[in-house]
């Protein structure tokens, strides 16, 4: 059963400027038109309207879980504005560029209600550097009463707390560890949300930026694969977390990003996660043992790791742009990340994320 329907405006991490970070989410049983959640608001308006001219029934499909009279079908012929203006709130995981830039851009133009902007208090200061005044005007403001803002500031906590967002969504909010500054003193700062349906108690997770556990200074990534793993194989099958650089990218040149080696390293303490919550079958001695361990030879992962995640679908997103490559880059990347998966049998479905895609969760 899918709780979610999920447009992605833009899936790349730069140098592509066309597409960036940016998604559009609402809960699976209603309509467009009865509020968007944008999650990330890299690539917006104009990647919408190149999608919606490539693919314009892209807003009018109608899931089976929805119930839609002729009137308003016959009405849903949108313009990108129109859906655009439909965004109810932003939902950031960090104040980089690629992340806000349509946010911003858009903030004066847009239409419809007024919107919410969460993220974490670090994230929403930054952005407010943005609408300085000289960057940019400042159409942002932490105050309900004033009404002429566009946009509300209202930060989340990382109190391990669902928050509601919107009818029937709610998000809990768990730092991680993005990189650190030039100097190397500052480590800089992005977050993973648990995107939840109430009503239907499903959930996905979305990570921003991240980096290694292994590599940083800070690891926090575990703390959110524990959180994850209670819930794998009941409430939450789907992932999406980035994977910044192919596998020839060196550790030194990350820049506070996952390689597909790094993501493998963090699937598979996902993965080690899963099988410590997980009831222990009984006891028993599988006749083939022997000979399973001979053909698991290849993998690197422990025989108990095998097929924990499976049913688990990791999206692959933020893979940065390489111009010179005739292939498009996340193909690329998912391939080897799917090589790895698949050596070590954790069972997980890798799948590209792609911009103009529609992904039902
Ligand atoms: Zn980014
Ligand atoms: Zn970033």
Redesign the pocket.
């Known amino acids: 059963m899918c709780a979610f329907d999920l447009v992605v405006l833009g899936s790349g991490g730069g140098p592509d400027e066309t597409n960036l970070s940016g998604y559009l989410l609402k809960p699976r049983e209603a309509s467009w038109e009865a509020g968007i959640i944008a999650l990330e608001a890299g690539s917006g308006m104009g990647a919408l309207a190149r999608i919606m001219r490539k693919h314009p029934e892209i807003f009018s499909y109608q899931s089976p879980d929805q119930h839609v009279t002729q009137e308003e079908d016959d009405r849903r012929h949108y313009s990108a504005r129109d859906i655009y203006s439909m965004i109810k709130c932003f939902l950031i995981t ?1 104040a ?1 560029l ?2 806000i830039s349509s946010l911003v851009m858009s903030a004066g133009s847009v239409g419809g209600c007024r919107k919410r902007v969460y993220g974490s208090l670090q994230t929403l200061r930054d952005i407010e550097v943005v609408f300085n005044g000289r960057v940019w005007p400042n159409l942002a403001s932490w105050d309900e009463q004033e009404e002429s803002s566009r946009l509300l500031y209202q930060s989340l906590q990382p109190d391990k707390k669902y928050m509601p967002i919107s009818k029937d969504i709610s998000v809990m909010m768990m730092p991680v560890s ?1 990189g650190m500054d030039e100097q190397g003193g500052v480590i800089y700062e ?1 977050v993973a949300f648990f995107i939840r349906h109430d009503s239907k108690d499903r959930e996905f997770l979305f990570f ?2 991240v980096e290694p556990d292994s590599l940083s200074r800070n690891s926090r990534n575990v703390e959110v694969w524990q959180r994850a793993a209670k819930k794998v194989g009941h409430s939450l099958n789907a992932i999406f977390i980035e994977c910044s650089w192919p596998s020839t990218r060196p550790d030194e040149t990350l820049y ?1 990003h996952l390689n597909p080696q790094h993501l493998l390293a963090e699937l598979t303490v996902l993965a080690t996660e899963v099988v410590k919550v997980r009831p222990r079958p009984r006891e028993h001695c599988p006749p083939a043992r022997k000979r399973q361990r001979v053909v698991s030879n290849t993998s690197k992962a422990p025989g108990v790791l095998q097929h924990a995640l499976d049913g688990v679908r990791i999206y692959i997103t933020h893979c940065k742009a390489d111009f010179d490559l005739a292939r498009p880059v996340h193909l690329e990347i998912a391939d080897q990340v799917r090589t790895l998966v698949e050596r070590d049998k954790l069972g997980a479905e890798i799948i590209a994320v792609e911009q103009g895609m529609v992904i039902a969760i």
């Open positions: 960090h980089h690629d992340h993005h992005s921003g930026d506070g």
